[in-house]
């Protein structure tokens, strides 16, 4: 399942360190705007604990998780809507993604620059959403001429796509948001094809300083972005990006043991990376014991059909049933034939809405 998140911000607010952080490839960093002009993108793991637990009651010889993707996108500055610096390349990379992990700088280093001359972090975010929104306007503006004349022919389909647009324009001309605009299912299919920049989910990444790594809320910048996330119906994740890039060269157990110095349960980069999964809608499957227990992504609401589909096309085509246990039943119950045994194993069908953490074993024939 292809889905990706790209990695917006100002130039030197830390996203290819964070970036580096995440998939360990090593994207070019430097202290001036623009070290990164082609997106770089990663593969990571999603990381989740309920893999090794299945595995400990559901022996196989191999675990494999789910992953997600990540892309790097060049530093953004104020005027790109209009072209400035490599503006318009940037705007086109954000359009190819699917949701936008906005980091936002909210540490003071003398040695690194700010493109703007001082740390304000709401500022930041502003100056970045209303690039989107100017962009967002002109693709609005252009398509709206062009669908209006098609209207005025008593055409359903451009009727409908022009009260949407007519729906979005004062919104993004008062430099605001598509994604912050209710929309019915028809709407938001029009929406999907208009690719617009402010219609896609957001997640904003404070980057604080190591210090404030276990009690972010003392930064008072963190601060500032948590209140803008929180009036922007947005999650806020604070992670120190240099620091989580350190943690990401060390081994399980010095990885551990630094984050238990730091005074943190888990890095930064789990919670993103989680966050950034679930920002999309998107959830785990898993299938158990044999030749491997692996973790498979798929949409929420999908169907048992679908979600078989998504190992195998023979798996659509001649569902039968999925046999299903939750993992929270596999956990308690210790054992498939202890929960067997608890009534608590299901036999679901072509109906059913598959739930994150399900265990399930597909029958089919073809």
């Known amino acids: 399942m292809s889905l990706t998140a790209g990695i917006v911000g100002l130039p030197n607010v830390g996203k290819s360190t964070l970036f580096n952080a995440i998939t360990k490839a090593g994207a070019e960093m430097a202290n001036y705007p623009f070290a990164t002009i082609d997106p770089n ?3 990571v793991e999603v990381p989740d604990k309920r893999l090794q ?5 559901i022996p196989a010889k191999k675990i494999v998780h789910t992953t997600f993707e990540f892309t790097d996108i060049a530093g953004i500055v104020k005027g790109a809507s209009q072209g400035e610096g490599l503006g318009n390349k940037f705007l086109e990379n954000i ?30 975010i502003e100056t ?23 209207a005025r022919t008593k055409d359903k389909s451009a009727q409908s796509e022009l009260a949407v647009l007519q729906k979005i324009k004062p919104v993004l001309e008062a430099g605001g948001a598509v994604r912050d605009i209710e929309f019915n299912e028809a709407e938001k299919k029009i929406v999907h094809d208009l690719f617009l920049l402010t219609s896609k989910p957001v997640l904003y990444v404070a980057n604080i300083a190591e210090e404030d790594m276990a009690h972010p809320e003392n930064s008072p910048y963190y601060q500032q972005v948590q209140d803008y996330a929180k009036q922007a119906h947005a999650e806020v994740i604070a992670i120190s990006a240099k620091t989580e890039e350190e943690i990401a060269e060390l081994d399980d157990s010095d990885r551990q043991d630094f984050l238990e110095a730091e005074g943190v349960e888990e890095s930064g980069l789990d919670r993103l990376i989680r966050a950034s999964y679930h920002l999309l809608g998107l959830a785990t499957f898993f299938t158990a014991g044999g030749p491997e227990t692996r973790a498979w992504t798929f949409h929420q609401g999908m169907k048992a059909p679908q979600v078989a589909g998504i190992i195998h096309s023979d ?3 001649g569902f039968i049933r999925a046999e299903t246990i939750s993992f929270a039943d596999l956990d308690k119950y210790g054992s498939v034939q202890a929960v067997r045994e608890a009534g608590r194993l299901r036999l679901e069908g072509k109906e059913y809405q598959v739930q994150d953490g399900d265990i399930i074993e597909f029958r089919f024939n073809v």
């Open 95 to 124: 359009r190819q993604v699917d949701a936008i992990v906005h980091v936002v700088r909210a540490f003071a280093d003398d040695n690194i620059t700010h493109v703007n001359g001082k740390i304000d972090p709401v500022d930041d």
């Open 53 to 57: 637990r299945i595995d400990e009651l």
């Open 41 to 43: 993108v990663g593969m």
């Open 128 to 150: 970045i959403n209303l690039e989107l929104s100017i962009a967002d306007l002109d693709s609005v503006n252009k398509r709206y001429a062009r669908v209006e004349k098609v």
């Open 315 to 317: 798996f659509e085509r």
